[in-house]
């Protein structure tokens, strides 16, 4: 069966236009929305994008408390090297 004698999922009174990759829903022109030159419904589409924005921001969020972890270990014998190297450098 082709697209065209098919019908959308959303409004049965349209001819389908393309299908939905996750779903494998039938889709008109209207409800159908490109997305990395996939075709996707809104349904299946909110997903994708809430899943990896989810993503996303939990690896933000890990680099971020391995950096701040790196700081609150690295930062305290910086500033005693520091202050060692100009003690050094006044006292001769």
């Known amino acids: 069966m082709?697209?065209?004698q098919s019908?959308?999922?959303?409004h049965p009174d349209r001819y389908?236009?393309?299908i939905c990759m996750s779903c494998?829903?039938?889709l008109c022109q209207e409800c159908a929305t490109e997305?990395?030159?996939?075709f996707h419904c809104a349904a299946c589409l909110a997903a994708r994008r809430?899943?990896?924005?989810?993503?996303?921001?939990?690896?933000g969020?890990?680099?971020?408390?391995?950096a701040s972890a790196l700081l609150?270990?690295?930062?305290?014998?910086?500033l005693v090297w520091g202050c060692t190297l100009l003690q050094r450098s006044v006292g001769s």
């Open 16 to 18: 389908g236009h393309a």
């Open 61 to 66: 969020l890990l680099v971020v408390a391995i």
């Open 72 to 78: 609150f270990w690295a930062g305290p014998r910086l």
């Open 35 to 38: 997305w990395d030159g996939i």
């Open 50 to 59: 809430s899943s990896s924005s989810t993503r996303g921001a939990g690896l």
């Open 7 to 10: 019908h959308c999922a959303n």
């Open 2 to 4: 082709s697209l065209k």
């Open 24 to 26: 494998r829903k039938t």
